[in-house]
């Protein structure tokens, strides 16, 4: 690219240096400057120039090249990088969110869940203690209806013993269990 436009100029500078020379010499003023060795010296430099632009302008500039490239790769490479961590940052804030809001829910449905358990537990227990109640209140009243047919069935038998006494003789059993039904009678009268 640069090369050629500098091999051009210096053709150019070359030609009109040696153009100059010739004028000069032709003129009988002469520099020292002699047309062959300047032609000599012009090719000498081409070669240099052609060497220098073959095996060090043109691999450095490819070096330059693949470099830039390099570089705008990674510049492009570094961009993408800070759009997917801005990605990655957005995501992790919203699981964040999504996260806390679910363990609130959970945390809100636990304390549900334990609120009815502890009502359950309550209102089986109130159950329980009025079923023991009940119980209780049944076997009180079958303990006092025994304890008073007890007490009336040794009442009758007082009654009739003290009858039996009073009218001092013995009964037999039809007689007795005649006597024991009326005063049993007459004791649930009484109560």
Same mark, same amino acid.
């Given at each position: 690219m640069i090369l050629p436009s500098? *091999?051009?100029?210096? %053709?150019e500078a070359a030609h009109s240096v040696a153009a100059?020379?010739?004028?000069? =010499?032709?003129?009988g003023n002469t520099f020292g400057?002699?047309?062959?060795y300047l032609a000599l010296q012009f090719f000498s430099f081409s070669i240099v120039l052609l060497v220098l632009y073959k095996f060090a302008l043109k691999?450095?500039?490819a070096t330059m090249d693949e470099r830039s490239h390099k570089?705008?790769?990674?510049?492009?490479?570094?961009?993408? +990088?800070?759009?997917? +961590?801005?990605? =990655?940052?957005?995501?992790? %804030?919203? *699981? *964040?969110?999504? =996260?806390q809001a679910e363990a609130t829910a959970v945390l809100n449905? %636990?304390?549900?869940t334990a609120k009815a358990l502890v009502e359950k537990a309550q209102?089986?227990?109130? =159950?329980?203690?009025?079923?023991?109640?009940?119980? %209780?209140?049944a076997n009180l009243a079958n303990e006092r209806a025994k304890l008073i047919a007890e007490v009336r069935a040794e009442a009758t038998n007082l009654v009739v013993a003290t009858v039996a006494k009073v009218l001092a003789t013995e009964l037999n059993d039809s007689d007795r269990s005649r006597f024991n039904a009326a005063a049993q009678r007459e004791l649930t009268r009484s109560n």
């Amino acid at each position: 690219m640069i090369l050629p436009s500098l *091999l051009a100029q210096a %053709a150019e500078a070359a030609h009109s240096v040696a153009a100059t020379a010739t004028e000069h =010499s032709a003129s009988g003023n002469t520099f020292g400057i002699e047309a062959k060795y300047l032609a000599l010296q012009f090719f000498s430099f081409s070669i240099v120039l052609l060497v220098l632009y073959k095996f060090a302008l043109k691999p450095l500039t490819a070096t330059m090249d693949e470099r830039s490239h390099k570089i705008a790769d990674g510049l492009r490479a570094a961009e993408d +990088m800070k759009v997917k +961590m801005a990605e =990655s940052e957005k995501k992790q %804030a919203d *699981l *964040l969110k999504s =996260s806390q809001a679910e363990a609130t829910a959970v945390l809100n449905e %636990a304390r549900a869940t334990a609120k009815a358990l502890v009502e359950k537990a309550q209102t089986e227990a109130a =159950s329980k203690a009025d079923e023991f109640l009940k119980r %209780a209140e049944a076997n009180l009243a079958n303990e006092r209806a025994k304890l008073i047919a007890e007490v009336r069935a040794e009442a009758t038998n007082l009654v009739v013993a003290t009858v039996a006494k009073v009218l001092a003789t013995e009964l037999n059993d039809s007689d007795r269990s005649r006597f024991n039904a009326a005063a049993q009678r007459e004791l649930t009268r009484s109560n």
